[in-house]
């Protein structure tokens, strides 16, 4: 009868929306020892899968493979030039594929794990993919904190190369729903772990050769100077391609953004920091009313993400302070804005 047909069709439709709503979502995977043993096995085949970390969220794959890296670069669309940072569980991995010293140690023992990445002189019976560190001689490497990524790193025979889950110069992702965002489709294991921590990339220190910060990040430039009990610069951006955070163009959400503004131009998002802006117009986003850093720090790639998806054409900013985490901030800023 016409009402059988019209409950069918109705059922039918009503499975196709509940199907397409969770077409994706089914691909987010929440933290548990079933769920991480799924991922172990994965990445044991050379597939890519989706990581979080306390910096920001990654795509993760064995290091030692030609071919799980060779898939890396082509999902993220990144430049075979741009080495991948090597996730390790801890040193004894490390000690297979880099020569350490007593700087290192010093700094591994302060800050590790954690958000900084050390350059240092690849081994020559390395197992690292050549690919993974753009045939240098050196390797980036990296002790993440987050508990979920460690337990899957100690559970493995191989580190992992985990670059950040977007695409190649977009905003990274902080959590697995901005990886949703990034690879709709070509990924379908994302391992949920929440918001990241921190919010930004992890600091770059080059360990080989003059010892330098080549990408500020949440470890600061006096932390660093500190424990090495001398004074570290922070390279300037150069076209030459010493790390990927380095390249001029990056962390883009894809619109121009304007920096040091007093007031926002017509139609543009606003980004402001501090209390003495209200969040009353529906164009205004505050990284922190409190006028905090590390807030603004882990609210920075959301509030991006955010205004692109609203339709917002331009993003104006406020200049935000340059200290503290604030200049790994305004490195991304200006990279965003160039
Ligand atoms: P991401 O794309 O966020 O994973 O960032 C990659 C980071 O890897 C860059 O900021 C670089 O500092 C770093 N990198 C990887 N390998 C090297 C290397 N051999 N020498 C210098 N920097 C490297
Ligand atoms: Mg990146």
Not at 74 to 102: E, S, V
Not at 143 to 167: E, V, Y
Not at 227 to 253: C, D, F
Not at 258 to 265: E, S
């Amino acid at each position: 009868s016409f009402i059988d047909l019209l409950l069918i069709s109705g059922g039918i439709f009503f499975v196709f929306i509940k199907n397409y709503n969770n077409l994706n979502m089914k691909n987010i995977y929440k933290n548990s020892q079933r769920n991480l043993n799924k991922a172990k096995k994965i990445l044991n085949k050379d597939n890519i899968i989706a990581v979080p970390t306390e910096t920001v969220y990654g795509l993760a794959g064995n290091a030692y493979s030609n071919t799980a890296i060779k898939k890396i670069y082509k999902l993220k669309k990144r430049p075979k030039t741009n080495p991948l940072i090597i996730h390790y569980y801890d040193l004894r991995g490390l000690k297979n594929d880099a020569y350490i010293d007593n700087k290192f140690l010093k700094l591994y023992k302060k800050f590790s794990p954690g958000p900084l990445t050390y350059i240092l002189r690849k081994k020559k019976n390395s197992k690292i993919s050549l690919i993974a560190n753009a045939n240098l001689k050196t390797i980036a490497v990296r002790f993440p904190k987050n508990n979920i990524i460690r337990k899957l790193l100690q559970n493995l025979q191989f580190p992992l190369a985990i670059p950040s889950a977007n695409i190649s110069s977009a905003v990274s992702p902080v959590s697995s729903y901005d990886v949703l965002d990034e690879f709709p489709k070509k990924l379908n294991f994302i391992l949920d772990g929440g918001s990241s921590k921190i919010g930004l990339e992890s600091t770059v220190v080059n360990l080989d050769g003059k010892t330098q910060i080549l990408r500020p990040g949440a470890i600061s430039q006096n932390q660093i100077s500190k424990v090495l009990k001398r004074k570290i610069s922070i390279l300037k951006t150069t076209n030459k391609i010493k790390s990927p955070g380095q390249l001029k163009k990056h962390y883009s959400p894809g619109i121009p953004i304007k920096l040091n503004c007093k007031k926002a131009d017509n139609k543009a998002a606003f980004i402001v920091f501090g209390k003495k802006y209200k969040n009353n117009e529906k164009n205004i986003f505050n990284l922190s009313k409190s006028g905090n850093l590390e807030e603004a720090a882990r609210k920075l790639y959301k509030t991006f993400r955010k205004i692109k998806n609203l339709g917002f054409k331009r993003i104006n900013i406020v200049k935000i302070p340059n200290n503290k985490i604030g200049i790994a901030i305004n490195d991304r800023l200006r990279k965003a804005a160039y």
